[in-house]
């Protein structure tokens, strides 16, 4: 049984749910994996391959693990450098394949660098990137390779795409051998600990650590390890911290229904829980019809899709940053009447400057714009006018008559069925259900873009396929701003 960086980084996050991975998979629960998780994984190595390339006369160390780390301690006998994907195994069981590995003549000994995507470095959680080389470099101790320095090759969050891509300042290059120093004794430790937990045969599987985090942080197996925890639950509470999950639990509190009336909650949060145990809505009348009287017509539902690239692929825009493809716009222009249009971009160099162009061409100069979490909307505004000066005015422009529909259901309408969240998919089924997302080829966001990638980049796709993708892109984005009319018109009629 070997246990690898991935493998530790899932024991710091739970460690009976890779114990179930590494001896009962039958009963172990694989994470989800939705295509923007896969469209992440795809670009991680992406960036890998292109880091690579900035070590000259590179060598990438194949085979199995054991052939593989064969493969790597001859390579190292007679200083090959760099290696890539060198692979190390210790006695106990512990793997680790480093992205690089550089000797270090003046040393004597290697440095060792982790390959990142993120435009940061990551020091907190189970996804910490100093745990991660750390775990690396101590695999490496425990087979006798002497390590000098320890490096984070991640992308540069100031970089902006300006003709080819300039990989040595598309990187950044961290020194973290002190911070891998601080934590060595504690992941050495930690690792050891997992190896021996991991060939443990009588563990309790009636619960997990995970017990005590919010519905977010649970591990995959969650519901094998705590099967008396309701489907909703007192980790559904809105931004609940640990210490108040502790609370409860201790108490053998698990269902919201069984919250004590005074036990200390945010506003929010007991508003949430009242709202649950009373199955009443509340719903301020006034300050509603307030809001939409102060709104100008016509009124202009707004909504984007964004694409986003580790390694920029557009002039004038940086690592991860969204670049728009798609609009619809619904515009109200009076109580009954009602018009649509809607723009899809068929090629990415070009996306955001015909997406802008259109918009111009069909917002009216006047009326109010209207978004749910209308800050995605106003931060790529903000965001474009800066890389294309001469949209300024206009985005701007937009973002000064944005009103952002969603704060009505964060202030005045509160409904159990919203289960304390106020995104347009909670909000939706509940206040119009019989208007729906879930017979539509594309059901979210990253769905989107996952499939916009593929009309785009995809060269060995049929042209039926892409046109199909591309009605499906074109419904999906509709439905978004109809979604939009819909609640509005339902907020006119209370």
Same mark, same amino acid.
């Given at each position: ?132 080389? !750390? ?243 106003? !931060? ?65 966001? !990253? ?48």
């Amino acid at each position: 049984m070997y246990l690898s960086k991935t493998d530790f980084r899932e024991y710091v996050q739970c460690s009976k749910c890779l114990w179930l991975k590494k001896n009962n998979p039958d009963l172990y629960i694989r994470p989800a994996i939705s295509e923007f998780d896969q469209k992440l994984i795809n670009e991680g190595y992406e960036v890998e391959l292109a880091a690579r390339e900035m070590f000259e006369k590179g060598i990438l160390v194949e085979g199995s693990n054991e052939e593989a780390a064969t493969k790597t301690q001859k390579l190292m006998e007679s200083k090959a450098s760099p290696l890539f994907q060198a692979t190390f195994i210790t006695e106990s069981g512990l793997l680790a394949k480093t992205d690089v590995l550089i000797y270090n003549e003046f040393a004597d000994a290697w440095n060792v660098y982790e390959i990142k995507s993120s435009t940061n470095i990551n020091k907190n959680g189970s996804d910490n990137h100093i745990y991660d080389i !750390t775990f690396q470099q101590v695999v490496m101790n425990k087979v006798g390779v002497s390590v000098e320095d320890s490096y984070i090759i991640h992308l540069n969050k100031d970089y902006k795409k300006n003709g080819n891509i300039d990989l040595f300042e598309l990187f950044s290059i961290t020194d973290v051998t002190d911070l891998v120093k601080e934590e060595y004794d504690n992941i050495e430790s930690e690792a050891e600990k997992a190896m021996e937990f991991l060939t443990d045969k009588d563990v309790d599987l009636n619960s997990c650590s995970c017990l005590y985090s919010s519905r977010r942080n649970h591990c995959s197996s969650f519901k094998v390890l705590n099967q008396n925890v309701p489907d909703y639950s007192i980790h559904d509470i809105s931004r609940i911290s640990a210490k108040n999950l502790r609370l409860l639990i201790d108490d053998l509190i698990m269902n919201i229904w069984d919250i004590p009336e005074d036990f200390k909650l945010s506003p929010n949060q007991q508003k949430q829980v009242e709202l649950e145990k009373s199955q009443v809505p509340e719903i301020n009348t006034k300050s509603i019809n307030k809001t939409l009287e102060e709104l100008e017509y016509p009124l202009i539902f707004l909504d984007y899709e964004t694409y986003v690239s580790a390694i920029p692929k557009v002039e004038g825009f940086s690592p991860h940053q969204h670049i728009p493809f798609q609009v619809s716009i619904h515009i109200l222009h009076s109580r009954t009447e009602l018009t649509h249009h809607e723009y899809l971009a068929d090629n990415i160099e070009n996306a955001p400057v015909g997406m802008i162009e259109f918009m111009q061409e069909t917002i009216p100069d006047k009326g109010n714009l209207i978004s749910w979490h209308a800050s995605f909307e106003n !931060t790529r505004n903000k965001q474009i006018a800066e890389i294309y000066s001469q949209f300024s005015e206009f985005l701007l422009g937009l973002n000064d008559r944005t009103f952002d529909l969603e704060t009505i259901f964060k202030d005045d309408y509160r409904h159990p069925g919203f289960k304390g969240r106020t995104s347009i998919k909670k909000v939706l089924p509940v206040l119009c259900p019989e208007f729906s997302y879930k017979d539509l080829e594309i059901q979210n966001g !990253t769905e989107a873009m996952e499939n916009w990638n593929r009309i785009i980049f995809d060269k060995e796709l049929e042209e039926s396929e892409r046109s199909k993708i591309q009605e499906s892109l074109l419904k999906y984005c509709e439905l978004d701003t109809k979604a939009m009319v819909k609640i509005f018109k339902h907020l006119l009629e209370i």
